[in-house]
């Protein structure tokens, strides 16, 4: 594998997939993050105050070295993830540990301001990019990329011309995950919770605006970048819309151009930059469908959900060895793809999640 490291989006993820048996890989997972997390501005290595770090090597890997990533103190401490540090603040409050919540006090609070002068910064929604120092992550919500399009594998968010849409760019999974962090500081800040709920009513409606079932994210422009996916499944996860709205949605994420008989794809067939073995192209990952499993719950939708848990869990039986992705081709036949690591925590996240919840 190639991600030996502490990662932040993807530890706290696969905390909260076993937050009710093993509520302890949480408070750890917590207490390191809150570490490393950011307290001055260093551009070079995407860092900001209260900002949780994306991944941390103690010794720079030659590979990171190569691509320009900067080094600090002997290793690489990167801070380029636009939802880490609203992933930190939804498994903090889900926890219900009021002792290590105060124990955390000023990180939570620190999170709570990054969040806030990111959406301030962003017109009202939490955007990535640009990027102007060598190495790092131009794209850097979950589906994460340095060049989307151009990459060989796929990665990232892309228009319909398969190019990188222009910075800064607002994707649909951000938006969902700050709508779930602020949900988690009304609970964590009490005192302030009709400022959280002003905060939380206000992307909410920005949402509700700018996105609908066919957008995968808005871009630096303040267009559409269009593309229907596995990120329906978020919104519906995160309580960012309204009933209509999630009907709407959840019927688009349920059409057979995404859910397939092995789980949701991150991108539609129907979309042109559609690649059924790339990274995040239209590829399957466990952990993108347990969220998705939860937001069809959410809803209502029983049947769909339970097809997503039991094609994902039949997938990963026949694969073995926990893959991060997998490929569905349009035929619907069931593929490995050599690019994914093995094996990848949050998918056995996913799995004890799918199994046991």
Known sequence: GRF????????LIFALQLLPDRPEIAAATLRALATFQGTSDDPEIDEQPGKIVH???????DRLLDAGWAVRDGGIRYYGSSDATS??????????NAALQEELSAHWRAAGSWLESALDAGGGLVRFGPRRHRGGLTQQGWRDSVNPGRDGIGSGIVT???????APVADADTQAVANAALRALITLDPDRAPHWQQRLAALRSRIAERFSPETMAIDGEDKIVPGAGSQLGWLLWSGALDKDAAGAFADRLTQGDILTQYG??????HHPGFLAASYHRGSIWPFDNWIGWLGL??????????????????ALSQLGLYPELFAVTAQGELASIPIANRIQAWTVGAAW???NS
């Open 297 to 314: 719950r959410a809803y209502g939708y029983e049947d769909a959900a339970e097809q997503v848990r039991t094609g994902v869990l039949k």
């Open 353 to 355: 999640a799918f199994t």
């Open 55 to 61: 991944e941390y090597h103690p010794v720079a890997p």
């Open 4 to 11: 030996h490291a502490l990662f932040g989006r993807d530890s």
């Open 87 to 96: 992933w930190f603040l939804v498994v903090l409050a889900a926890t219900g």
């Open 264 to 269: 949701l794809r991150t991108l539609s067939v």
């Open 160 to 166: 319909e011309d398969v190019s990188g849409p222009p």
